[in-house]
């Protein structure tokens, strides 16, 4: 069924979930009853690297309310989450992943591990409980920055990690480079460090498992239930499958980490088992800081080759990633496949190398967060060719349309091997223009200058590869009551399923959207899903609904015949309603559904998950010279997202995305100190973009659909975070001059750029 075949598609729907979630109806893990309920809290690690010489729980067990605690001694028994992806060094060695073990066993690698788990009859008992339990820690010195412990001599962290190394991870044609680099009329070069975040979502993590009859039921936020089920039966855990139900509630944000296995899930399960009663934990902020996967943290050099035309003929990119203590569930794609996606951008570069070595540190593993590698190969990216068009005297804007890769060259195959499926990169150009209204920088900035304030533009050619599983299988049930329950295994955490899917099957069935029910998140109920992440969800979900309606109209012909005396052969579908053929005898689907009983489709997914929507972003700040304070004055974007199933949910992702982008480029960063310690542990210390720090978002569409999906999507839900920090942080080294930057662009960071021009230039 096409997309053109769906009407009602493409309009704008108030989200269906909204009245609930806005009244209070919300149902977030930590809001759920268990009567009885014990409280979990975790002794955590204040040494980044250390060996645990001893844990004394005596006195802890004595205290009131404790139930139970529980060391490393008890869960030897639990095994290791591997890694969801994997990546091999140019002699097919796979990355090293040493176990991450639910407690430590004998060394603990950052702040905040796990020593020790305190079980109470209430909270404040386990946290008093928690504060008894002695342990003796041998401090040993700890690595922070990725290239340290890289270096030569420097103290392992792990046995099986020699030199601190998870993988030297190469992508490309070197040799073609070096030979295109040593034609170029001109080379440019930029360096970054891409700063450490964390995801800082609403809901925190939290857990409750509950036993009964010998199964646990586990209640977690999440991407996706199936993959915590998988991971915790087969591989912690050890448990029959039957064992073990995953059931996730509404979700308060996840951007990526809410995706991994983490300990503490793995512990409150164990946990419930053992003592054979439900056992609860609800994550604080800090907690959040200190033990969720965070993100970046990317050391890189990226080399730009151009022809005597301006033409860009190479790429190299040597870079050094940080993938913190251990190895987490797809950290191996990210600053290598989620790079590599996305480093030659909109551009036809007819050749590219890229080398990234991975380290092992004494900070908390990183994992996805959206954009997931991209957002600082973008900023990388976008950087070398603003730098390029100063360098050899050129305009950006023109610089950049020159090398844009031309719409008859769809689909169109990169220098790493990437197949963007489809796109008019000129026209979004041209878009981006007109709505930034760029014919009227040169006005504004004298403006600025009149009020003794530096403006700069950046402009960002961005995209997204998105990615994840298809392991979906989509259940749609038509009900004697007059709806329909839609059960899919991705997982909404706030970003508008329940509305976006119910618009799909609306238009399929030709019913109203508001008799359409989307449930998710039960392992029990849903036969497999691979969950949310990669920007993928709609077109998993949406395809596979649209052919799991199409499998329940076709399974409701033989009753429809029945019901309207009529043969099979006669039985035509007619948007809404079973008829036949040249009459004017018909029935509806729900009055079909209340005399025959319930009417049921099922498809797995059968597309292709990748697509590759892109956006043309432009920035304009002001600095203060005497401040160095950043005022971020426009943003607007011109975005290719295929086919559109809600404008309205798609601008929600859009403000969201370029408001994560823009706090990681001027605002965040999750600072060590040299001991490892995190100096940015809460909300005082962390800082993240508010209403006040953020412009209106105008955008403008211009899509051109996917050949990869049915309805021609294309995810964007990572897209707009892609492409923010690069805009912004191009505009800021604008406003500059060119000078250099270090991110995020904080008043401070911008004042020290200042200072080094001062006496050189007309600043001051």
């Known amino acids: 069924m096409a997309f053109d075949a769906l009407p009602g598609l493409g309009q704008p729907l108030r989200r269906l979930e909204d009245p609930r979630l806005l009244t209070g109806g919300g149902r977030f893990t930590s809001d759920l009853p268990a009567a009885g309920a014990l409280h979990a809290v975790f002794l955590r690690s204040p040494y980044a690297h250390a060996r645990v010489l001893r844990v004394d729980s005596d006195a802890a067990r004595a205290m009131p309310g404790v139930v139970a605690v529980f060391t490393a001694e008890d869960t030897a028994s639990l095994g290791h989450s591997p890694a969801l992806t994997e990546i091999f060094d140019p002699a097919g060695r796979r990355h090293a992943e040493p176990p991450r073990l639910p407690i430590a ?20 008992q ?135 296995l983490y300990p503490e899930q793995t512990l409150v399960c164990f946990a419930a088992d053992r003592l054979r009663r439900a056992v609860r934990w609800v994550q604080d902020r800090t907690e959040h800081h200190l033990a969720d996967t965070h993100a970046r943290d990317l050391v890189a050099e990226i080399a730009l080759a151009l022809d005597a035309e301006g033409r860009f003929t190479a790429l190299r990119v040597e870079a050094i990633a940080n993938f913190g203590a251990y190895v987490s569930a797809v950290t191996p794609s990210i600053p290598t496949g989620g790079l590599a996606k996305v480093i030659t951008g909109l551009y036809a570069i007819p050749t590219a190398h890229i080398r990234m070595r991975c380290a092992f540190t004494n900070t908390v593993p990183v994992d996805a967060v959206r954009g997931a590698g991209k957002p600082e190969a973008l900023v990388l990216l976008e950087g070398a060719v603003d730098q390029a068009a100063r360098e050899t005297g050129r305009d950006p804007v023109a610089l950049r349309r020159l090398n844009l890769v031309p719409r008859d060259a769809f689909p169109y195959r990169t220098a790493l091997g990437f197949s963007y499926d489809s796109g008019d990169y000129h026209a979004l150009l041209d878009a981006a223009l007109a709505a930034a209204d760029d014919a009227g920088f040169a006005a504004r900035r004298a403006a600025s200058a009149a009020r003794g304030m530096l403006r700069g533009r950046g402009i960002s050619c961005h995209l997204h590869g998105s990615g994840g599983w298809g392991d979906e299988t989509s259940i749609v049930q038509v009900l004697p009551d007059g709806t329909i329950a839609a059960r899919t ?110 009417i049921e489709g099922r498809a797995d997914f059968a597309d292709t998950v990748v697509t590759w929507p892109a956006g043309i972003a432009v920035a304009e700040v002001e600095v203060d010279a005497e401040t160095g304070a950043v005022t971020l004055d426009r943003f607007s974007a011109a975005v290719d997202a295929g086919t559109v199933v809600n404008p309205m949910l798609l601008a929600g992702q859009l403000h969201g995305g370029f408001a994560a982008g823009i706090g990681g480029a001027l605002l965040e960063e999750a600072v060590h100190d040299a001991d490892g310690q995190l100096l940015t542990a809460t909300l005082m210390d962390y800082a993240m973009p508010r209403a006040a720090d953020l412009p209106d978002f105008p955008h403008v569409l211009a899509p051109v659909p996917s050949p990869n999906n049915a309805l021609g999507i294309k995810g964007v839900g990572e897209l707009p975070t892609n492409g923010a920090p690069a805009a912004v942080a191009n505009a800021v080294r604008d406003a500059l001059g060119g000078a250099s930057v270090a991110l995020p662009m904080t008043p401070r960071n911008v004042w020290a750029a200042l200072s080094g021009l001062r006496g050189a230039t007309s600043l001051g």
């Not at 066993?105 to 404040?124: C, D, K, S």
């Not at 342990?135 to 046995?159: C, K, Q, S, T």
């Not at 991971?231 to 448990?239: F, G, K, M, Q, T």
């Not at 395809?543 to 029945?562: H, L, P, Q, S, Y």
């Open 105 to 124: 066993p004998g060394i603990v690698r950052h702040v905040g591990e796990i020593v020790a788990m305190v079980v109470a009859e209430t909270a404040h």
């Open 126 to 260: 386990a946290r008093d409980a928690a504060e008894a339990v002695e342990v003796e820690y041998n401090p040993l010195p700890a690595l922070i920055r990725p290239e340290d412990a890289l270096a030569e001599g420097a103290p392992a962290i792990h046995a099986e990690a020699p030199g601190n190394l998870v993988c030297d991870w190469h992508k490309g044609d070197a040799e073609a480079v070096d030979a295109a680099f040593a034609r170029a009329a001109h080379v440019t070069r930029v360096a970054i460090r891409s700063p450490r975040i964390v995801a800082g979502y609403i809901e925190t993590r939290a857990a409750l498992a509950e036993w009964a009859h010998g199964q646990v039921t586990l209640i977690t936020p999440s991407q996706g239930v199936h993959v915590l089920h998988r991971l915790l039966c087969d591989h912690v855990l050890r448990w029959p499958r039957e064992r073990l139900r995953v059931v996730t509630p509404d979700v308060g944000g996840g951007f990526g980490p809410k995706l991994p």
């Open 489 to 598: 295994g991705t997982q909404s955490q706030g970003q508008g399923h329940a509305t976006a899917y119910a618009q799909v099957l609306a238009a399929a069935f030709g019913v109203e959207p508001a008799r359409v029910h989307i449930l998710q998140g039960d392992s029990a109920t849903i036969p497999r899903g691979g969950g949310t992440g990669g920007s993928s969800s709609t077109i998993v979900s949406g395809t596979t609904f649209v052919r799991a309606a199409e499998a329940a109209i076709e399974a409701g012909m033989d009753a429809a015949a029945e019901a309207l005396e009529a043969a099979k052969a006669d039985i035509e579908w007619q948007h809404g309603a079973y008829a036949v053929a040249g009459t004017d005898r018909r029935i509806g689907l729900f009055d079909l559904a209340a005399r025959g009983g319930t």
